[in-house]
């Protein structure tokens, strides 16, 4: 049974870093794609990056590009997300999903194409 869960999420200052975590267990594949997506007060859910576990392959949405940085931790089962010069803006709940052999080329998979989710952190962008 796949589970994730998130953590690290929290109230910080415009210009301010926040480094996310999801801690994912119960793959059978060696080949995950794990996403992190948000969810503004009143907005859709977006998917921000993306990486696959096996090739190592980043993506990430133009409104995050050269701020956050995604990364995992093989043995620790976890995927960060590294947010820096954070802005208002990016105040949402961040979720992280995965779904087993999904593999994506330079794009980001819709939250339909991902069967597993977390419980989602709470990242606040305020002065």
């Known amino acids: 049974q796949v589970q994730l869960m998130e953590s690290g999420g929290g109230l910080v200052q415009p210009g301010g870093s926040l480094r996310l975590s999801c801690a994912a267990s119960?793959?059978?594949?060696?080949?995950?794609?794990i996403g992190w997506f948000r969810q503004a007060p009143g907005k859709e859910r977006e998917g921000i990056s993306c990486i696959n576990s096996g090739s190592g392959t980043t993506y990430y949405v133009g409104s995050v590009k050269g701020r956050f940085t995604i990364s995992t931790d093989n043995a620790k089962n976890t995927v960060y997300l590294q947010m820096s010069s954070l802005k208002p803006e990016d105040t949402g709940v961040y979720y992280c999903?995965?779904?087993?052999?999904?593999?994506?080329?330079?794009?980001?998979?819709?939250?339909?194409?991902?069967?597993?989710w977390g419980q989602g952190t709470q990242v606040t962008v305020s002065s």
């Open positions: 119960g793959f059978t594949s060696d080949h995950v794609n």
């Open positions: 999903a995965a779904q087993e052999d999904l593999v994506t080329r330079g794009t980001m998979p819709t939250s339909d194409e991902y069967e597993h």
